[in-house]
């Protein structure tokens, strides 16, 4: 019997780490390839690219949009929002508001409160990536813009509740903010509060969009000059946009359309008086990265708005309730919120709170707003 043939076996030999780095390296081009011809080359790609160019112009990085969709994209991308803003608050509002003291308007008691409800209560809202509350106030009465104490600098919200003795507030309108280290001073547009012009940063004859309310407790909001305000007894008034809802309807179309991802504040009103705050957190992932003026709106008209507007956002977004304590967590440095020059406030004697005029005598060009 011949003997068996040996074979002799070769151990395979394995791959070395630069062998496994190469392949990691070849696979690495071969994804992020595949990712680039979705993310430019694709509908469904440049929806998304859009919407993260829309949230970085929200932020101090707006010029990082570029390398998104280009310089002149960035340009043309603001201005078609600007326009798109200035049509959104043409339309006037002509729902009937139930306002308290008025015929078929709310009972409201001494406290200040619907007859069956407080006057102010709170709710948590969730959506796709982000996380926000609710503030319902339902005497609109009982809201009043309130600003800082002293000249030269903005105020915290929390601060300014807590020093007014309010029972909650929000963040309200802009400010200039040079370099994004503003003092929170110089507000963008006007300030109105208690039916006074505190700050004109327009002239006389120009037109502005405003968010606030007339003195019977209606919200107004859209585009009025300062003369229209005054004929429609404004109140409680800052600049802001764009307007989100008028007469019941929406007026962002879809997410696209919905200026990006941030942390948000938005105003609104019910038919039935009660004022709604929504405060949506922002640019923290694993809790909330924020919403877009889309979500914002559909929040607000499931809780039944027929007007809404968009207050200033991003890191000045904030709710504080008694006491100063802040609800939200907000994405500013500090946790606590900005120093600012406007702020919603709820009182139960709104009448008998104080609020200075610190502007008076001021004109805009006297003001350096990054001066601390």
């Known amino acids: 019997m011949p003997p068996r043939n040996r074979v002799t076996q070769r151990k395979r030999k394995r791959p070395g780490f630069w062998a496994w780095l190469l392949r990691l390296f070849v696979v690495g081009i071969v994804v992020f390839a595949a990712f680039l011809a979705w993310f430019f080359l694709t509908p469904s790609g440049n929806s998304w690219r859009y919407r993260a160019a829309d949230t970085l112009i929200t932020t101090q990085h707006r010029h990082w949009a570029k390398y998104l969709i280009g310089q002149k994209g960035l340009e043309e991308r603001v201005a078609e929002y600007m326009k798109q803003f200035e049509a ?56 009043r813009l309130v600003v800082p104490n002293k000249v030269g600098r903005g105020e915290l919200v929390g601060s300014m509740v807590k020093r007014t003795g309010a029972l909650a507030g929000v963040n309200a309108g802009g400010f200039a903010d040079p370099n994004w280290q503003g003092n929170g001073f110089q507000p963008i547009g006007l300030v109105i509060t208690q039916g006074k012009i505190y700050y004109n940063g327009l002239g006389s004859d ?25 004929n429609l007894g404004i109140s409680e008034a800052v600049s802001f946009e764009p307007r989100l809802i008028v007469n019941g309807k929406g007026l962002i179309k879809n997410h696209a359309s ?115």
Request: charged content about 25%.
């Open 258 to 372: 919905g200026w990006g991802i941030a942390p948000r504040t938005v105003m609104a009103q019910r038919e039935d008086g009660a004022i709604l705050f929504l405060v949506i957190d922002g640019r923290q992932p694993g809790y909330s990265i924020g919403a877009d003026l889309y979500d914002c709106q559909q929040i607000l008209l499931e809780r039944g708005a027929v007007i809404a507007a968009n207050l200033d956002g991003g890191s000045s977004s904030i709710l504080v309730t008694e006491g100063g304590d802040i609800m939200n967590k907000p994405s500013s440095k500090s946790g606590k919120g900005r120093y600012l020059p406007t702020a919603f406030l709820v009182f139960d004697h709104p009448e008998s709170v104080q609020v200075p005029n610190i502007w008076a005598g001021l004109k805009p060009g006297d003001i350096d707003a990054s001066k601390w």
């Open 206 to 230: 120009k037109s502005v969009q405003i968010v606030g309310l007339d003195k019977q407790g209606k919200m107004i909001a859209g585009r009025y000059s300062i003369k229209e305000l005054l």
């Open 88 to 143: 959104m608050g043409e339309e006037r509002q002509n729902t009937e508001i139930q306002l308290p003291g008025k015929d078929g308007g709310k009972d409201v008691n001494a406290a200040g409160s619907s007859a069956d409800q407080p006057l102010t209560s709170i709710e948590e809202v969730d959506g796709k990536g982000f996380h926000g509350f609710v503030l319902t106030v339902t005497d609109p009465t009982k809201v």
